[in-house]
């Protein structure tokens, strides 16, 4: 995972990786319900690190994640 400039662990990369351990992809991935160009979003599973904070999640992610085999 990547360390923020004092070294730590930023909390949206590990909600980042724990949406992938339950079994979110990423956000630019062809397979997803819905696609997004890589890096132009806030979502969590997008990936935006220069241009600032993820902070949120789509409803059909939700939706996703409620089929996921680990979420039950």
């Known amino acids: 995972m990547p360390l923020n400039q004092e070294g730590k662990i930023r909390s949206e990369n590990i909600a980042h990786e724990v949406l992938h351990g339950i079994g979110l992809e990423h956000t630019f991935k062809t397979a997803e319900p819905i696609v997004y160009k890589k890096g132009t979003t806030n979502n969590y599973m997008d ?25 039950k």
């Open 47 to 71: 990936y935006r690190e220069h241009k600032g904070e993820k902070y949120h999640t789509e409803k059909w992610q939700w939706e996703e994640l409620h089929k996921s085999p680990y979420t």
